[in-house]
């Protein structure tokens, strides 16, 4: 895997089937009713591997990365179906199969309390706390220990439900552009986005579907300072214009019911 955002969509995928039980050694040691691969790395014959010790296999992929041998291909990308070009499996592809977790599916509106830093799981550009001594009350997300020590007011490594509560109480997010933005996006939270990785291209068609009006590359605390002002002196207008929701929360139910009917 390749981020936390990586384990979690797994997980919620695996969740959907009762499936979550075994670890890699166990799996690749037996066979089982279903697996879930989400890898940069593994090769073709890992995956045919996986395949053949599996009654039914689920490829999750980013960028059409390899060929891949029999089973379900998962590509929630925009542009997936321009992208993927896919013999041997049944592609599923698109944002209509984003999976998102119950936690979030279940969480409804709360007051907003503070403006939401989440970076990734580790921040691996390690800004949360240099834009948290900015001038607004902020509530930092991570899982990386150093950042929660650095930081004020932290919630680390929380549990999904305590996770989709933070969002829901946000006036604002600064987040990555990894999973936690379609999360964000399903509750139509404002957000703000910072391209930590060279996979979240995703969040340009992101602008350009409505949700989202700032996007950094390279973070200026300056110039975010300025979009952050911009957002919450203008918030009735963030809300009509920039939280279009595009994510609908059946994505796990569509992977779920595509795969059954094979």
Known sequence: TYGLGHLIR??????EFG??????????????????????KAKYLHYEKIAKLSKKVIFLDDYNRIEYPRGVLVNMAFNAKKIVKQKNTIN???????????????MKSSDKKHILIIL?????????CEIEKLPFNFLVITANK???KKCKNVLFNPSAKALAKAFSESILAISAA???????????????????????????????RGFIKGIFEKVNIKELEKS???????????LNRYTKRLIDGYGVKRIKEAVERL
């Open 19 to 40: 499936e979550y039980k075994e670890s890699i050694n166990n799996f690749l040691a037996k066979k089982t009713n279903i697996a879930i691969v989400d890898s940069y």
């Open 178 to 208: 990894g999973m936690s933005l379609y999360e964000l996006n399903y509750l139509k939270i404002p957000t703000i986005a910072i391209k930590v990785a060279k996979n979240q291209k995703g969040v340009y068609e992101f602008k350009k």
């Open 10 to 15: 797994t997980r919620t995928i695996a969740k």
């Open 228 to 238: 952050i002002k911009w957002h919450l002196n203008n918030y009735d207008k963030v």
């Open 146 to 148: 150093q950042i929660a």
């Open 120 to 128: 990734g799981g580790l921040d691996i550009k390690n800004i949360s």
């Open 92 to 106: 599923l592809l698109g944002i209509d199969y984003v999976p998102i977790r119950d936690e979030f599916l279940n």
